[in-house]
């Protein structure tokens, strides 16, 4: 007791530049939640994805379609327990800056593939009964003020037009990771409107959505519905929706690479920072230590004397900056909810902010705890005269 | 009956390539129970002698004994641990803790002891009396005066009960008043509680109320013959 308080006391001593140091361990350790948390967000979408579902896509790209013939043959592969068509929609509301993604889907065997998705029964039943129904995420809902029977105009982007839709359903996560801002409506109403226009482009499925028996069934079922469609005119690629989703991820990996790196820049100054305060702090009393010293305390004591107000002024900047990351976040995410619609600050980032915070103050104690224990107490009591 | 002997004794300090030689080959012994003050020119070697004495420096070659035990052949844990047990210090500075109460203050030292918290406190406050700063027990050094400080030092230095104390220009930083009142202290702890006490003093006010004084010059005792009260 009596040593934390002197730790406690001699951390304090020089109030301006612990309280400096304090803020900068703060900032710094924000600045790391943060990019943690962006890139933890990239990720959420692989995190979400369940080892019980597959996509099935065409094998030279995903802008190649497959036929709707698949379907048929794709649901008889033993193993299969849902298979939905999907095409992505990419439609734009307003204009270009009002984005959510959109997909044309097949409601009745899409919704028991995403239990993920909670929606009221009596919407559920009216999404699936109209042709022309909409579903939407309870967030973009609550940013367009939407409300159900509301008429929804999508322009097209990949499918030209104006797309009208009648919304019927909102849906809310059953997870935090659940992604709210989704806007889902039926593939057949795309289709028939493609047979008028572009009857080109009509009966032409993006990617199929399969839904697996079992999790160890994954890799059988992927080989298999690839082996039916080889050297077919539209050759197909299977994976875990897992893998699907990394697939778009590594697109962006430089990005993420850079954000990881900055993310460990920040701390490594931060630690520069926090160093030089304790080698000043331990410069100024070196005649103490020597005094400790002479009255008989050994290196240990020394050290533990300056590791511990080390961790002590690192830990509460670690703190402060813990239990900022999560208001700032909750901001963050709001302000830039069109690029990130999951933003939560996860468990492990948690974890690495406060394994950040002691690693500083671990750090910065080295130098000034090592010079401490090797001082020569007579050179020590010098410095003092 | 010797309480230190010290035999040989010889030290130099390295500036670069040059060997400045500060002791040279010193014998004498100090009696159980004495009040030796050592005297001469700044750069004479007094604080050297007395930091080899209180095992806070090492010597380059002969040897110190103190009790039966040759403190130049312990180890630094060693050397540490029989500092704590066997030697007070007092400082021209006083070197109290500043952000330390004159309680703790005197307390420091006990940390290193197996005593329980009601113990320290217990040995404090006795030690407190004794110097006369029972009702400043709470305050910090800023709070206190150069006298006063010093006598806290002074309670830090008897707190473990040491049979040596040693004093390195005790009143150097006082005034006239306060000065004697540290030298009146040290002289009763040596009368009443038997403490051998080396104090290294440029002050003859200060050295007269030692039993012995030796002159060191240029590394070499006795130059002047040795004085005794």
């Known amino acids: 007791m009596f040593i934390l308080k002197l730790i406690f006391k001699n951390a304090f001593r020089h109030k301006l530049r612990t309280w400096l140091t304090i803020v900068g361990i703060t900032i710094a350790i924000l600045a790391y939640g943060l990019l943690r948390t962006v890139i933890s967000t990239w990720y959420a979408g692989v995190e979400s994805s369940s080892a019980t579902r597959l996509v099935t896509r065409n094998a030279i790209s995903l802008v190649f379609s497959l036929p709707l013939s698949y379907e048929e043959s794709i649901r008889h592969v033993p193993g299969v327990k849902f298979v939905t068509r999907d095409n992505w929609f990419g439609g734009i509301y307003i204009d270009e800056k009002h984005f959510f993604p959109s997909f044309a889907i097949d409601p009745k065997n899409y919704l028991p593939l995403v239990p993920e998705f909670v929606i009221p029964g009596d919407q559920q039943a009216a999404f699936i009964r109209d042709r022309n129904a909409a579903l939407a995420g309870r967030k973009i809902a609550e940013k367009y003020h939407w409300k159900i029977g509301d008429t929804i105009t999508l322009k097209g982007t990949i499918f030209p037009g104006n797309w009208e839709f009648v919304l019927r359903a909102i849906y809310h996560g059953r997870d935090k990771s659940t992604d709210e801002t989704f806007f889902l409506f039926h593939w057949d109403y795309l289709n028939e409107a493609l047979k008028k226009t572009a009857s080109r482009r009509a009966d032409q499925v993006g990617f199929y959505f399969i839904g697996v028996t079992s999790p160890n069934l994954a890799a059988e079922v992927s080989q298999a519905i690839d082996k039916m469609f080889k050297n077919s005119l539209s050759e197909t690629l299977t994976e875990t929706e897992k893998a699907f989703q990394l697939g778009f991820i590594s697109m962006s990996e430089a990005i993420i690479v850079a954000i990881r790196m900055v993310s460990f820049v920040v701390i490594i100054i931060i630690m520069a920072v926090m160093a030089n305060t304790m080698a000043m702090t331990a410069r100024e009393r070196f005649g103490e230590y020597a005094v400790f010293k002479a009255l008989g305390f050994g290196g240990v004591h020394l050290a533990g004397l300056i590791f511990g107000e080390s961790l002590v002024i690192a830990i509460l900047g670690g703190a402060a900056g813990i239990a900022l990351t999560f208001p700032v976040a909750r901001a963050f995410g709001r302000a830039m909810d069109n690029y990130f619609p999951v933003f939560n600050v996860a468990k492990t980032t948690i974890y690495m902010d406060m394994a950040a915070a002691l690693l500083i103050g671990l750090v910065a104690g080295i130098v000034p705890a090592w010079r401490a224990v090797h001082i020569r107490v007579a050179d020590g009591l010098r410095r003092i005269g | ?229």
């Open chain 2, 1 to 229: 009956m010797s309480i230190v002997e010290i035999q040989n004794l010889s030290k130099a300090y390295h500036r670069g390539s040059q060997v400045v030689p500060v002791l040279n080959d010193l014998t004498f012994d100090i009696k159980e129970g004495e009040f030796l003050a050592l005297m001469g020119p700044s750069g004479s070697g007094k604080s050297t002698l007395l930091n080899l004495i209180a095992g806070i420096d090492r010597p380059d070659g002969g040897t110190i004994k103190v009790g039966a035990i040759d403190i130049t052949a312990l180890t630094e844990t060693q050397l540490a641990r029989w500092r704590a047990d066997n030697v007070g210090f007092i400082f021209q500075f006083y070197n109290l803790i500043p952000v330390l109460t004159a309680f703790e203050n005197v307390a420091l030292p006990l940390l290193l002891t197996g005593l329980s918290k009601s113990e320290r406190r217990e040995h404090v406050e006795i030690a407190l009396s004794i110097v006369g700063l029972n009702d400043r027990m709470d305050h910090y050094p800023g709070q206190l005066s150069g006298g006063q400080q010093q006598r806290v030092a002074i309670a830090r230095a008897v707190i473990t009960d040491p049979a040596l104390l040693v004093a390195d220009e005790p009143t150097g930083d006082l005034d006239r008043v306060s000065a004697g009142e540290i030298l009146d202290l040290m002289e009763r702890l040596n009368a009443e509680s038997g403490k051998t006490i080396v104090m290294v003093t440029h002050d003859p006010r200060a050295a007269g109320k030692a039993h012995v004084i030796k002159h060191l010059e240029k590394g070499v005792l006795n130059v002047y013959p040795e004085t005794h009260f």
